[in-house]
Nanobody, 121 residues
Framework: VQLVESGGGLVQPGGSLRLSCTAS?????MGWFRQTPGKEREGVAA???????FYADSVKGRFTLSSDNAKNTLYLQMNSLRPEDTAIYYC???????????????????WGQGTQVTVSA
């Protein structure tokens, strides 16, 4: 499965961005991850075809997943952005369920190329 991401950029604290990830075909679960220099990549949010959803505690109430199943596209709406949200955001997809994907308990089938999100005044 190929993943194509879009939507990153520079935004002021408190602002919003929406990331998109389009898969070349249907796959069981998809999610967003982020990484900053010197840190491990962490799960941000993930969902599977059963609708099971996971969010990192740090983004609950601010970030929301949605999807367009006809387009195999996953969206991440990011509101109330903070400087600590600055990172490269990666889309990931796998044949396993959202729990395994979100916690990276399996090697994921596919990764996107990454998109930079910078939150700064």
């Amino acid at each position: 499965v190929q993943l194509v991401e879009s939507g990153g950029g520079l935004v002021q604290p408190g602002g919003s961005l929406r990331l998109s990830c389009t898969a070349s075909r249907h796959i069981t679960s998809m999610g967003w991850f982020r990484q900053t220099p010197g840190k491990e990549r962490e799960g941000v949010a993930a969902v599977d075809e059963d609708g099971t959803t996971f969010y990192a505690d740090s983004v609950k109430g601010r970030f929301t997943l949605s999807s367009d199943n006809a387009k195999n596209t996953l969206y991440l709406q990011m509101n109330s952005l903070r400087p600590e949200d600055t990172a490269i955001y990666y889309c990931g997809a796998d044949r396993s369920n959202a729990r395994l994907l979100f916690n990276q308990l399996v090697p994921l089938d596919s990764w996107g190329q990454g998109t930079q999100v910078t939150v700064s005044a």
